[in-house]
């Protein structure tokens, strides 16, 4: 009798694909040598043009399994790509804590919120010549009051097969507590889960990637806590990447991308995915 468990299958999505050319190489060597099986797109972004998503096709196409979503955006640096979006910043969508407090406050105008993402789930379409395979948010903007009900129907509407991120972990509270960022998330990620519940829309069961990226941690050591009970078919979001100039000019996550590519590029991660009994085949 063979007492050994099965393999857990989880998700690594390597998040901003179309964010800068730097991310996108980054993202598409480590999906090229299996060390990942995700990964979310900007159509909004600086650098999605034909060549970048072909090349992102042909690199997910000699993997075993690679999904391929849309990472819904609706935060500055970044312009909304239908013409009437409000409110805006020069032209910009909202900095990330404007939209969370308009959020939470009930200032936003689901319509403007749904209008948008419908455009930008019809861009990936024409894009990649399909729906994506799941949807995520930009800065977990799929989470907020407001904004999570018109994201969830446009996914309904828009990519019917899809399944969705919610952001909520599966340690026990007690552990839970001592990542404030994290535990934001949890928040959050209830009512999002019982919404797509509602609307019978999938997701995965359990969360983790969430840190302070301006520390600038060890991202081998924690990526041993993601791993740490997440259950199969969980999901660990991550932001390797290469610095160029046009990442700096966008985002303030830089040097960390390239710390997160090395580990999961490295020797070391192999060993770490089999010692908790983790694929990602």
């Avoid at 857990?8 to 993202?27: K, M, T």
């Avoid at 391929?68 to 609706?74: C, E, F, Q, V, Y």
């Amino acid at each position: 009798m063979n007492d050994t468990a099965p393999p857990r299958r989880i998700w690594l999505c390597a998040d901003d694909y179309g964010i800068a050319e730097g991310v996108n190489r980054a993202i598409r060597d480590l999906i090229g040598n299996g060390r990942l099986n995700a990964t979310s797109v900007m159509v909004v972004g600086a650098a999605i043009g034909r060549d970048e998503v072909k090349a992102l096709q042909d690199t997910a196409s000699r993997s075993q399994r690679c999904a391929i979503g849309l990472h819904a955006t609706l935060s500055a640096p970044f312009r909304p790509l239908t013409m009437h979006f409000r409110p805006t910043d020069g032209g910009m969508f909202p900095a990330f804590p404007k939209l969370l407090r308009s959020g939470m406050l009930h200032r936003l105008d689901p319509e403007m919120i749904h209008g948008e993402l419908m455009v930008q789930l019809a861009a990936f379409r024409e894009l990649f010549g399909r729906p994506p395979d799941f949807v995520d948010g930009h800065q977990h903007a799929q989470l907020f009051p407001q904004v999570r009900d018109a994201f969830l129907l446009a996914v309904k509407q828009a990519a019917p097969g899809a399944w969705v991120r919610q952001g909520g972990r599966s340690q026990p509270l007690a552990q839970r507590l001592g990542a404030p960022k994290a535990l934001v998330l949890d928040i959050l990620s209830a009512q999002f889960r019982k919404r797509a519940a509602k609307a019978n829309i999938p997701f995965n069961p359990a969360f983790a990637g969430a840190y302070d990226f301006s520390k600038e941690p060890d991202f081998g050591t924690l990526m041993r806590q993601f791993l740490d009970g997440l259950p199969d078919g969980g999901l660990v979001m991550c932001h390797p990447g290469f610095v160029d100039e046009m990442l700096i000019s966008l985002d303030p996550l830089t040097t960390q991308r390239e710390h997160e590519h090395a580990f999961l590029a490295g020797d070391q991660f192999p060993p770490l995915l089999a010692a908790n009994n983790v694929t990602l085949s």
